[in-house]
């Protein structure tokens, strides 16, 4: 069976196996015969747009292989609809990779999940390897580029949140994007309603809305909280960035962007405002000193008679 065409595949296809998670809205699966690809059901299958889930999985077959290739690494983009009698019943997705998950001291495996940067390391989770100032710092830039990649093509991603992005160090470090059913194009619905995870909504937008000015204010608040490991850091808060993570001037370009993005609705910075005050090549704008003033000139040192041409200075 091929699920990277695109097309529909029905579920009575389909060697459902364990189910390795459960959300609000749906449950995901593992598959038998397919053990690189899990299987996103949802819990009520009338109150999902097919529609929107196919432009969703449109997305990804219009983009040339290698920008498609950069979104498989990025994110658990929906690869086909999943049918059953004339019904959309879920979606096939990608494992998230290996290296994006940690083992627990019984022996389990779980996702390495964005939630992990954001806490100092508790015993239960040491194995969890922590990032370097310089590490953390990539991390922040590697959210910000991939947010930025799904804007350009036209996206709202909605829901940002510690649960739903993945991060790893090895072998550099990178971030995977889950929950990506939950994105819309703009303009158009969604594939369900689309939601915000308490400690990460927007507090300037209105109530139920999901809107790129939205993405922006979450984009602000992850990269406040990876560089600050503050899980409640947030625009317009006092900003602590961990040492060692940003340099003055990316610093002071952070601090100018989290002023803007506590500003009102519709005035936050865009991603593309990140990536530039990230990379350290935003412009500081300094202003221009008055000129200090000139001593008088004390005139009677010049007096003197004049020799063949000569001056005769006295101290």
Same mark, same amino acid.
């Given at each position: 069976m091929s699920v990277d065409d695109g097309a529909d595949v029905p579920l009575g296809a389909l060697a459902v196996r364990d189910r390795i998670g459960d959300g609000g809205q749906?449950?995901?699966?593992?598959?038998?015969?397919?053990?690189?690809?899990?299987?996103?059901?949802?819990?009520? !299958?009338?109150?999902v747009d097919g529609e929107a889930l196919a432009e969703l999985v449109g997305v990804r077959r219009v983009l040339d292989p290698v920008h498609r290739g950069r979104l498989d690494t990025e994110a658990a983009? !929906?690869?086909?609809?999943?049918?059953?009698?004339?019904?959309?019943?879920?979606?096939?997705?990608?494992?998230?990779?290996?290296?994006?998950?940690?083992?627990?001291?019984t022996g389990d495996t779980k996702l390495t999940e964005l939630a992990f940067l954001l806490r100092p390391p508790k015993a239960a989770w040491q194995t969890v390897a922590q990032p370097s100032p310089a590490e953390r710092y990539a991390l922040a830039v590697a959210l910000v580029e991939a947010l930025h990649r799904l804007h350009t093509m036209g996206l709202v991603l909605g829901d940002l949140s510690a649960a739903n992005v993945l991060w790893t160090l090895r072998p550099a470090p990178a971030v995977y994007l889950l929950d990506c059913d939950g994105a819309r194009l703009v303009g158009r619905a969604p594939v369900l309603a689309q939601a915000d995870?308490?400690?990460?909504?927007?507090?300037?937008?209105?109530?139920?809305?999901?809107?790129?000015?939205?993405?922006?204010?979450?984009?602000?608040?992850?990269?406040?909280?990876?560089?600050?490991?503050?899980?409640y850091a947030a625009p317009g808060a006092p900003f602590t960035p961990l040492p060692g993570v940003l340099d003055e001037r990316r610093e002071h370009a952070v601090r100018r962007l989290l002023d803007q993005a506590a500003g009102p609705y519709g005035a936050r910075p865009d991603l593309g405002q990140w990536r530039v005050a990230?990379?350290?090549?935003?412009?500081?704008?300094?202003?221009?000193?008055?000129?200090?003033?000139? !001593?008088?000139?004390?005139?009677?040192?010049?007096?003197?008679?004049r020799q063949r041409g000569t001056i005769n200075l006295r101290d």
């Open positions: 749906g449950e995901v699966f593992t598959l038998a015969d397919l053990p690189t690809v899990l299987y996103k059901s949802y819990r009520d !299958p009338r109150q983009w !929906p690869l086909c609809r999943v049918v059953s009698a004339g019904r959309v019943t879920g979606f096939l997705m990608r494992r998230a990779p290996e290296t994006m998950t940690w083992t627990t001291g995870t308490i400690d990460w909504g927007d507090p300037g937008a209105k109530p139920g809305a999901v809107t790129v000015d939205s993405d922006r204010y979450k984009a602000a608040l992850a990269v406040s909280r990876i560089l600050a490991r503050d899980a990230l990379a350290g090549r935003e412009v500081i704008k300094l202003t221009a000193a008055a000129p200090a003033p000139r !001593p008088p000139v004390d005139r009677s040192k010049f007096d003197g008679p």
